[in-house]
């Protein structure tokens, strides 16, 4: 990349966050200590908490409420690829946000096996491959009566922050 190509990537960049569109790299802030329930962006609207983050193993969980159901009751299957992308971007985000990178989701397919109507979503994020530039976790959603109700495959990219 030529020199002025790199300029007017950074001055995108620092206009963007002028405006509000983009999060100023490190900015985010990875919860201390766990349990935390994530208060900022969407992950704070349907309410996730984090249970466990390394950069092997995620684990959250999210309260079933009216307003994450769709209108047959069931949780939205929106919500669960929510958690699954969230789960994998935290654990990739602990490991490399230290080395200057970001982590930001790539690609999300989710299979939805058994509806959740009620009580509590647990969700398992497992490091599947960690590359340089991407890493792939899997992710399993269960009920209350830990019966396994979605599968997830979720790819993180890696870049410079």
């Not at 509000?20 to 900015?27: D, E, F, L, N, T």
């Not at 929106?78 to 490991?95: C, D, K, Q, R, Y």
């Not at 509590?120 to 899997?138: M, N, P, S």
Request: proline share 4%.
């Amino acid at each position: 990349m030529t020199s002025v190509a790199m300029e007017r990537k950074s001055a995108a960049r620092s206009s963007a966050r002028a405006l509000g569109k983009v999060p100023a790299p490190m900015q985010a802030k990875l919860p201390v200590s766990l349990p935390a329930m994530v208060e900022l962006g969407f992950d704070g609207l349907y309410g996730l908490e984090l249970l466990e983050l390394t950069d092997e193993l995620v684990r959250g969980r999210v309260a079933v409420r009216d307003d994450l159901k769709q209108p047959a009751g069931l949780v939205h299957g929106g919500v669960h690829a929510a958690i699954a992308e969230s789960l994998a971007s935290f654990g990739t985000a602990f490991a490399v946000m230290p080395e200057g990178k970001l982590a930001m989701g790539l690609s999300n397919q989710t299979s939805f096996l058994r509806p959740i109507t009620q009580g509590v979503i647990d969700a398992k994020a497992t490091r599947r491959h960690r590359g340089r530039t991407t890493w792939v976790w899997e992710i399993e959603i269960f009920d209350d009566q830990a019966r396994l109700c979605v599968l997830s495959r979720v790819t993180i990219a890696v870049r410079d922050a």
